[in-house]
């Protein structure tokens, strides 16, 4: 027979399986960024070596003097209307980074990147401000292309461009008066427009404090569970209960912090558009039609 | 795809699957059910819920035979949920929406989730740019056992976030009262069973539904770890032992299932036999997935080195295979 003792041990075991599964992969996540962030070593101007530097961008070889571009290609699709508003859901596809070429200034050294390939990171905030939404005409042109099966095909890029802030990583070397960036032994160079060190730690500290509250909930779920009278009693019962809500919640939390701690370079950026003025539009369409 | 393989194919189903007596009128015609070969998912699914229901009620029941049965019968839950969204069983349209209702019961999550995650995303990898939301790349962990433990708490996540954002899209309004439907069976009638008794119903009839649940997310690591999913013949591993296609409703051949998802799945061993046997990496024909399971991730530490097997479709005969750029439209347009 199989008894409520050994059904709610093999239960326990299960929750507890998922719990470690999932904590060690915050973990491990957290260890990909703490090993970023030992490689992200601070140089001073003019040092040589593998390192991160910070400074200006001086000059960019790509369009409106970038330095560097960070792309996502994403499709959009009609949604369902909300209201009497329509709206275009966005999907990414692919993510990708151009380095144009160009100069960085830091403090009094100038710093010489070629063309190439590269990790770009950009702020969060520009890449959702280029995503958006400008004006009712932009809407409606988009959404024409989003209701058909293929959906509306777009690029969202964000450049880094001259007068920008910037952080590079990678190996400087001098060459006669000038120092140039290349790529350090087995990784790209990397430009971001965020502080990558701080990113990283944020993030490392992020997983991790996922990993241990979620092992402390899971504990106090399993002391509540095993309460006296055992698989009987109401606190038990509770207990068996909440492990069940953390059981199926659980899952999607992770996959979530998994989500959240993805390098600006790789973050889904996704989005909606939801239609900003149909009054207009259909004011608009009327005229039109009326003029037709 | 071709009207003349798909042609062939059904005239086999016909030949190789008798109609059952007392289920066929004499013409014929089959009661209920479009095809006679679908009586069998139907008793799967009496054998499924007559096993948690005894389990749930009668203590005598309460045993390891009746636990395990339940907890394979819930896979098979999912092996006709994964048939009946790719061609419904009954003739009558509410009957199949009614029958998804009872499947989304017996495997804790709405069937109809199938539409998008299985039938648009999984056939069609990750041709739109993006993984697939189960795709075997989601878990990575250097022992490949706890790959296979951990990926269902990946690859579900990731295929219900889809299925919301795909939900959303205009024209799904269908979709997704049916959806809700779903759930709400399912969750409610779950939920009622663990007031009515909380252990007996977490204990036997949970555990069960959430095994099923995550056996076939699993299934989509298994069939298609270190395959070549850019390959036309080579994307998926198949299973071939023939009692184990019996119970399984040939859910085995999953090569040719991918690549003719029209299909009627009573028909799928003569198409695997006629089309991808010429065509596949002979290691991709697994004859039984129990050995496989134990080769790969009890007696191995490491996961399996990726090998270019689409090298045997390249010395296969050519096919009349459509593209997959069709395919993916064919299934969109059905999906509608």
Redesign the interface.
């Known amino acids: ?2 008894t ?1 003792e050994i ?2 041990a ?2 326990l075991a ?1 929750l507890w ?2 719990t470690l ?2 904590a ?2 915050a973990f491990k996540q957290a260890t990909s960024h703490l090993r970023r962030l030992r490689s992200l070593t601070p140089l001073v101007p003019g040092q040589e070596g593998v390192g991160l530097l910070r400074g200006t961008v001086q000059e960019g070889h790509g369009e409106e003097s970038a330095l560097a571009r960070y792309e996502v ?1 994403q ?1 959009g ?5 909300e209201g009497r508003r329509r ?1 275009i ?1 966005f ?4 993510f990708s980074g151009a380095v144009f070429g160009g100069k960085v200034k830091v403090a009094n050294v100038e710093l010489d990147i070629r063309a190439g390939d590269g990790d770009i990171w950009p702020e969060r905030g520009a890449v959702l401000s280029e995503a958006n939404c400008s004006d009712q005409a932009q809407f409606v042109r988009v959404y024409e292309e989003a ?1 058909k ?1 293929r959906g509306h095909l777009r690029s969202v890029k964000v450049n880094l461009k001259k007068g920008d802030t910037v952080w590079v990583f990678g190996k400087v070397r001098k060459e006669g008066n000038s120092f140039s960036l290349g790529d350090p032994a087995g990784d790209s160079i990397l430009i971001s427009a965020v502080d990558p060190r701080a990113f990283s730690r944020g993030k490392a500290l992020f997983a991790i404090t996922f990993a241990w509250v979620e092992l402390v909930i899971a504990g106090g779920i399993t002391f509540l569970a095993l309460m006296p009278p055992r ?2 009693g109401w606190p038990s ?1 509770v207990g ?2 909440l492990g ?1 809500a953390f ?1 199926l919640s659980v ?2 939390i ?3 912090v ?1 989500d959240a701690v993805r390098a600006p370079s790789r973050a889904f950026v ?1 989005g909606r558009w939801v239609e900003p003025n149909p009054e207009r539009d259909s004011t608009a369409a009327s005229r039109s039609a009326a003029g037709a | 795809m071709s009207t003349k393989v798909a042609a062939t194919f059904r005239e086999t189903a016909g030949g190789s699957t008798p109609p059952a007596t007392g289920r066929t009128s004499s013409t014929g015609e089959t009661w209920l059910v479009k095809h006679p070969a679908e009586w069998r998912q139907i008793g799967i699914i009496a054998v499924y819920l007559a096993l948690l229901f005894s389990m749930y009620f009668v ?1 005598y029941c ?3 035979l009746f ?1 395990a049965g339940a907890c394979y019968f819930s896979f098979l839950n999912t092996v006709v949920i994964h048939n009946h969204l790719h061609q419904g069983i009954f003739k009558s349209r509410k009957l199949n929406m009614v029958w998804r209702a009872v499947l989304s019961f017996g495997a804790l999550y709405p069937a109809s989730a199938n539409i998008p995650s299985h039938n648009l995303v999984h056939h069609h990898f990750d041709d ?3 993984p697939d939301w189960a795709a075997p790349e989601h878990v990575n ?1 250097r022992w490949n056992l ?1 790959n296979l ?2 990926f ?3 690859a ?3 295929t ?2 889809g299925v919301q ?1 795909w939900a ?6 269908d979709f ?1 009262r049916q959806y809700l439907f779903e759930n709400v069976f399912a969750f409610g009638l779950t939920a009622a069973l ?1 007031a009515y008794d ?2 007996n119903c ?3 009839i ?2 069960p539904q ?1 095994y099923g649940a995550r056996c076939i997310l699993r299934i989509n690591l298994i069939q298609h770890d270190a395959c070549d999913v850019s390959s036309e013949w080579n994307h998926s591993r198949n299973f071939v032992g023939r009692a184990f296609n019996w119970i399984m409703c040939n859910n085995g051949y999953h090569t040719i299932h991918h690549n003719r998802a029209g299909l009627h799945w009573s028909v799928l061993h003569s198409a695997h036999a006629k089309e991808v046997i010429p065509r596949i990496d002979p290691s991709l024909d697994e004859p039984s997935m129990i050995a496989y399971l134990v080769k790969t991730y009890l007696l191995h530490f490491a996961r399996p080195e990726k090998r270019d097997v689409a090298a045997a479709e390249r010395r296969g005969q050519s096919s009349d295979l459509a593209s997959r750029q069709v395919r993916r ?1 064919e299934a ?1 347009e059905a999906s509608r």
């Open positions: 027979m199989l409520r059904m709610g093999l239960a299960i399986v998922t599964l999932v060690g992969v290609s499709v699709r009609a949604g369902a209307d709206t859901h999907s990414d596809r692919t209701r099966a698989f009987d019962k068996g209960l069940l059981f899952q999607p992770g996959t979530a998994r996704r | 203590s309460r045993n390891p636990f739109d740019g993006q962990f706890l433990i951990h269902p708490n990946v579900g996540p990731n219900f976030a954002r959303k899209l205009a024209g799904r309004a997704r663990l909380f252990w977490l204990f036997f949970v555990l959430l439209a969109e």
